[in-house]
C-alpha cells in the first residue's frame, strides 16, 4: 500500500439501541464496565475465562513471548474435548441435546451430551487401535453432518490435528492439502445431498488419496447409500472401523500451545495456507466469544448456517457452543432448496433462537422478496449475527425488520481463519451501527493506520490491525513459519496485519472497507470496494454488486461495476446511466461507475464471499473458465 489514506465516502448510519429487555437480561448486561476493566487489564478477561474451563495443570503465566512468536496459557495442560464434551457429563447437561441435525433429505439425527461423546470415543478409540495418534495428521472431507463434529472431536481427543477440506472441493484440492499435511488417515463419506441430488465424494477422495502415499487408512461414512469404490487394504466403512472399538477412550493430555488443527485457506494469491491453531488459546478465544457475542443461555437453540469446512463451521458450529454446553443446530443442502423457504421453515419448525449467517445469503433472500420468510412464524428467534463480508446497510436493515421484526440485536461479527475467534463486533447489548462491525470485543486492541503504524484520524480509511495479541491467533502457517511472518507481521511494524482496509468513526466504531489488495485508486482517491457496492445494491433494482478497479490512462483506475439484477428488472442503457448517476449522487462521483456490466451470477469462494479476484483477471482478458454455469450460491474453488 502506499501511503495515502483511503477515502471513506459512504454515509454514517445512526445508531441502533438494543431493546431494553434484551439488555435487562443479557450475559453481558452491563458492557461499558466490562469495556472498561479490559482497557485496564487486557489478559484479565482472558485468564477469567481459563478459570470458568478445566485444565489439567494450571498455567505459568497467561502470556508470553513478542510476536511473531509467543504463547498463551504456557505451562498449562488441557484438551478442548474434556471442556466441549467430558466436563458437562459430570452436571445436569449429561442428558442435554448437543447436536440437532436435519439432512437436505428429511433425516434427522440428534445427539446428548452423553450420546455425543459415546460417539466420539468409540471413533477416537478405532483410530488408536489403527496407530493414530498425538500430533498426527487427519483429512475430513465430508457434508455438513454430526459426523463431520464427531470426526473432528475424536482427532483433537487424542491428540491428533485435523484438517477439515470442503466438501466442495476438487480431489486436486484435497490431494494437495492430504499432501501437505502429510495426513495418515482421511475421513469422508459416501456423499452428502445438496439440492436434491447426491454430492459424491468418494470418488474426489479415491483419486486424491490415489496420491497420497502418507495415508495409511480411508474411513468413509455411509451417508446415502450410493455405490462407492472401496480400495482393499486401504479403505474401511465407518460402521465397520468403530465396531467392537471401545466407548470408553482417554483424553489425551495436550500442553495448552499444541497444536488443534490445520485449515487452508488461500487469501488472494497463491498456495493454500495452512493456518495452525492450538488447544488452550483457541479453547478460551472461543469459548468466551461464544457466550459475550451470541448471548448464549442453556435454554438456547443456537444455529449458525456455517459450511463446517470452513473457519466459522470450526468455532462457532463445534467447538465455541459446546464449550458452552450449548445446543447446536446443524443442517445439510442448500438455503434455497426444495425452496427459498428452506431456512424460515427451519426456524419456525424447531425453534431457533440464534441465527448466525452470511451477507450473501442475506442479499439472496432479499432479492426474492419477503413473501417467503412473512410465510413462517419467526418468533423464537432472538439474536440475529452475520459474518464473511461486509454486510451493506440496507441489507442489515432488511434483516432486522423481516427476520428479526426488529426485536432482535444484530452482530456484524469480523474476524478471519487467522483470527480464530471474532475480533470486531459491538456486543449484543451495545447500540450498532448498519454496516459497521462496530467495536473490538473487550480485550482486543484493533486499529486503523497508515503504513507507518500511526492512527489514522476517524473517517480515514487505512490498514486495520491488531495491536496485541489474543488468545485465538493463529500460531503458524503449517510447515511454512517464514510465511507466516512474512505475511502477517511484516506489513505494518509491530502489528498484526489482517488485510483488510477499515474506517473508524467518531464513536470508534469500525467498518470494513474490503480487502486491501481490492482497493481502488481513483484519480488520486483510495476507494474500497464496500461503499460502491453498498451504494449500489441500496438501489432497488439492484441485487448484487462487485466492483473492481479498470486501468484508465486519465485517472489511473475507474469503478467497474458488475451487477445483478433484482427479480423483475431488465438490463438496458437507460438502466445503466442510472445507477452510475445513482453512485454519484449518493455517495459522489469520485465513485461512478465508468461501466455496469449486467451480470447473472458473480463468482464466489465457498463461504460465500464475491471473488473479484476473478472479475478482475477475466478484465484483464485471462481466462478464468466458465464461471457462468455458477449459481449464486455455488462456489469456486479458491486456488484456482
Ligand atoms: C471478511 C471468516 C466485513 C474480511 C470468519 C476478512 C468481513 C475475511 C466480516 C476473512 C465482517 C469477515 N465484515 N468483512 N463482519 N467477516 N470478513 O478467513 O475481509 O473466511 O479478512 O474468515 O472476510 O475470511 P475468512
Not at 463434529?149 to 484440492?173: E, P, Q, R
Not at 448498519?434 to 493506520?449: K, Q
Request: hydrophobic share 40%.
Amino acid at each position: 500500500m502506499d501511503e495515502t489514506a483511503l477515502d471513506s465516502i459512504l454515509e454514517v448510519q445512526e445508531a441502533v439501541e438494543a431493546p431494553d429487555d434484551f439488555v435487562a437480561n443479557a450475559v453481558v448486561s452491563n458492557p461499558a464496565a466490562q469495556r472498561a476493566s479490559a482497557a485496564e487489564d487486557p489478559e484479565a478477561i482472558w485468564e477469567a475465562a481459563a478459570n470458568e474451563l478445566e485444565w489439567f495443570r494450571p498455567w505459568d503465566t497467561v502470556f508470553e513471548g513478542d510476536p511473531p512468536d509467543f504463547s498463551w496459557f504456557p505451562g498449562a495442560q488441557c484438551n478442548i474435548v474434556y471442556n466441549a464434551i467430558e466436563r458437562h457429563l459430570l452436571t445436569w447437561r449429561r442428558h442435554k441435546v448437543a447436536l440437532i441435525w436435519e439432512g437436505e433429505n428429511g433425516d434427522h439425527q440428534a445427539f446428548t451430551f452423553a450420546e455425543l461423546a459415546r460417539e466420539v470415543n468409540l471413533l477416537a478409540s478405532a483410530l488408536r487401535a489403527r496407530g493414530i495418534g498425538k500430533g498426527d495428521r487427519i483429512t475430513l472431507y465430508m457434508g455438513v453432518s454430526p459426523q463431520l463434529a464427531i470426526a473432528m472431536l475424536a482427532s483433537a481427543k487424542i491428540g491428533a490435528i485435523h484438517s477439515v477440506v470442503f466438501g466442495g472441493f476438487s480431489a486436486d484440492a484435497l490431494r494437495d492439502r492430504i499432501q501437505d499435511a502429510k495426513a495418515k488417515a482421511l475421513i469422508t463419506a459416501d456423499g452428502a445431498y445438496y439440492r436434491g441430488n447426491v454430492v459424491p465424494l468418494k470418488p474426489a477422495a479415491n483419486a486424491a488419496a490415489d496420491e497420497c502415499p502418507t495415508l495409511e487408512c480411508v474411513v468413509v461414512y455411509q451417508r446415502c447409500g450410493v455405490e462407492v469404490e472401496m480400495v482393499d487394504g486401504r479403505d474401511i466403512w465407518w460402521h465397520d472401523f468403530v465396531a467392537g472399538a471401545s466407548t470408553e477412550a482417554g483424553t489425551e493430555v495436550m500442553e495448552a500451545n499444541d497444536p488443534l488443527y490445520i485449515l487452508y485457506t488461500s487469501g488472494t494469491t497463491g498456495r493454500p495456507k495452512g493456518i495452525q491453531h492450538r488447544h488452550g488459546g483457541y479453547m478460551v478465544g472461543t469459548y468466551l466469544t461464544t457466550k459475550w457475542v451470541f448471548d448464549l443461555k442453556d435454554t438456547d437453540l443456537y444455529w449458525c448456517v456455517a459450511d463446517m469446512g470452513w473457519v466459522t463451521g470450526h468455532s462457532y458450529v463445534v467447538y465455541g457452543p459446546l464449550l458452552n454446553g450449548a445446543t447446536v443446530f446443524m443442517a445439510e443442502g442448500a438455503p434455497d432448496y426444495p425452496d427459498m423457504g428452506r431456512w424460515w421453515r427451519t426456524i419456525e419448525r424447531y425453534g431457533i433462537n440464534i441465527l448466525y449467517a452470511t451477507p450473501t445469503a442475506i442479499r439472496m433472500f432479499m432479492r426474492t422478496g419477503e413473501e417467503w420468510p412473512n410465510r413462517f412464524d419467526l418468533s423464537s428467534l432472538r439474536l440475529l449475527g452475520t459474518v464473511g463480508e461486509p454486510i451493506n446497510p440496507e441489507a442489515w436493515r432488511w434483516y432486522d425488520r423481516v427476520i428479526g421484526k426488529g426485536r432482535c440485536p444484530i452482530v456484524d461479527t469480523w474476524w478471519q481463519t487467522e483470527t480464530g475467534s471474532i475480533l470486531i463486533t459491538s456486543l449484543p447489548a451495545e447500540p450498532q451501527k448498519p454496516g459497521s462491525a462496530g467495536l473490538p470485543f473487550p480485550g482486543i486492541e484493533a486499529d486503523v493506520v497508515d503504513k507507518q503504524g500511526n492512527p489514522c484520524a476517524p473517517g480515514e480509511g487505512g490498514w486495520l490491525v491488531i495491536r496485541r495479541p489474543w488468545p485465538s491467533m493463529l500460531a503458524t502457517i503449517y510447515g511454512d513459519h517464514d510465511r507466516y511472518v512474512e505475511t502477517y507481521w511484516t506489513a505494518v511494524p509491530g502489528c498484526y496485519a489482517s488485510g483488510d482496509a477499515a474506517v473508524r468513526d467518531t464513536d470508534g466504531y469500525i467498518r470494513v472497507l474490503g480487502r486491501m489488495d481490492d482497493v481502488l485508486n481513483v484519480a488520486g482517491h483510495r476507494l474500497g470496494t464496500m461503499e460502491i457496492e453498498s451504494a449500489l445494491v441500496a438501489h432497488n433494482a439492484v441485487a448484487e454488486a462487485a466492483v473492481i478497479g479498470v486501468a484508465d490512462d486519465l485517472k489511473g483506475q475507474v469503478p467497474k461495476a458488475f451487477v445483478i439484477l433484482s427479480a423483475g428488472m431488465n438490463a438496458s442503457d437507460t438502466l445503466s446511466n442510472e445507477l452510475r448517476d445513482h453512485v454519484a449522487r449518493t455517495i459522489g462521483k469520485i465513485a461512478r461507475p465508468d461501466s455496469i456490466e449486467f451480470v447473472e451470477t458473480l463468482p464466489k469462494t465457498r463461504s460465500g464471499k464475491i471473488m473479484r479476484r476473478l472479475l478482475k483477471a477475466k478484465e484483464a482478458g485471462q481466462d478464468i473458465g466458465d464461471t457462468s454455469t455458477l449459481d449464486p450460491m455455488s462456489f469456486a474453488d479458491e486456488e484456482e
